[in-house]
């Protein structure tokens, strides 16, 4: 299997704030302590919603073994003093989230569920530091679910076990474009359960299916093409007792040479009670370099079913005789995601 992202993996880097050291100095050489303000706890940042995976400043990984996206956020201290040891605690704001969504800020964002994020423990600052890196964990099972949808939650300092917390930079809020973080999962093009797959690479591919007003012939690699060979209006090849998912595997796919010229061309499934007629122009098609189109549907939306669906799947031609069809599969996919950036040959 193999994904396609279009994600990177920023290097982590430790956050550094420069300090300079402002002296003033008497005619004699001495040095007066200058009266410098409590120092402040604050996300770096400087208040801006952290966009991932659009911002260089919040760097991500996906932990493909464990299921996991770790996003990397930053705090610090302000001020000229003593780098004190301290430590600090990690809430999630979720009434930050509210009032930004009532503002309308974030109209179409979804609100993370507390039970997809981990939240870091307690940071520790150690002694002349400045500040430290914190790691959010989400769960990519439970993210599954959403497609391109912008994910947001907020997290809070709190808690500090020394210097206060700036009030204004006290909660930072986290978009995350959830499929442009993992990309497409491109499952390997190979026989699954709920998918159909068709190569017509022999004779025996094709002998398969049984035609009725058509002459079927291997036309290339992986390839067949239907001819009309009849005056009854239409030719049609069916392939029996398909089982399809259509829960898990909505989205039907037909890879397509050549058309009929003069004629036309529709997929039909019938389940023993219903045909379920799918045209060409009921769906929608990605032209690959050859010329070839894929065509897809919606099966669960064309037939309104859902779950298993025990049906014979039928390629069919409607026109004069002698019109053809040369088509190399048919499969189902989980997503159109999938048929849009992983299907290419």
């Known amino acids: 299997m193999k994904w396609l992202t279009s994600f990177k993996y920023p ?22 302590d200058d009266d410098y303000p409590v120092p ?33 956020l930053g705090f610090s201290s302000s001020g000229l003093h003593d780098r004190d040891a301290f430590t600090v605690n ?11 969504q009532e503002q309308g800020s974030l109209n179409h964002a979804i609100e993370l569920a507390p039970e997809v994020i981990e939240l870091p423990p307690p940071a520790t600052v150690a002694q002349g ?44 809020v986290v978009l995350v474009n959830y499929r442009g973080v993992v990309g497409i999962f491109c499952p390997d093009d190979a026989p699954a359960p709920g998918r159909i797959f068709i190569p017509f ?64 061309w529709l997929l039909k499934l019938y389940d023993g009670q219903t045909d379920h007629v799918i045209r060409p122009e009921n769906g ?15 099966l669960a939306e064309a037939t309104g079913r859902t779950g298993e669906l025990n049906s014979n799947i039928q390629v069919v031609i409607e ?12 499969k189902s996919y989980q997503e159109q995601e999938i048929i849009l950036q992983c299907v290419s040959e």
Do not use: H
Not at 11 to 30: M, Q, V
Not at 242 to 250: E, I, R
Not at 291 to 297: L, Q
């Open 11 to 32: 290097y982590l880097a430790a956050l550094s704030i420069g300090l300079g050291l402002i002296l003033s100095c008497t005619e004699t050489g001495g040095i007066i």
């Open 90 to 100: 990690f809430t999630l704001d979720r009434e930050a989230i509210g009032s930004l």
């Open 201 to 264: 690479e022999t004779a025996d591919d094709i002998n398969a299916w049984q035609y009725g007003g058509l002459s079927p012939g291997q036309q290339g690699e992986k390839q067949v093409t239907i001819t009309r060979n009849n005056d009854d209006g239409y030719g049609i090849a069916v392939k029996w007792d398909q089982s399809f998912n259509l829960d898990n595997y909505p989205y039907l796919a037909m890879r397509v040479y050549d058309t009929p010229a003069n004629g036309a």
């Open 129 to 172: 530091e400045e500040g430290a890196l914190a790691q959010v964990a989400l769960d990519m099972d439970a993210l599954g679910g959403f497609d391109d949808d912008i994910l947001a939650f907020a997290v809070r300092l709190e808690s500090a076990s020394k210097y206060p917390i700036n009030p204004d930079l006290a909660t930072l």
């Open 284 to 298: 929608a098609y990605k032209e690959l370099e050859d010329g070839s189109r894929i065509y897809y549907w919606n």
């Open 319 to 330: 026109g004069p005789n002698g019109e053809s069809l040369t088509y190399g599969w048919i």
């Open 40 to 72: 402040q706890i604050y996300w770096t940042g400087n208040g801006e919603f952290a966009r991932i995976p659009e911002s260089n400043s919040y760097p991500f990984v996906v932990d493909e073994e464990n299921k996991r996206i770790l996003i990397t």
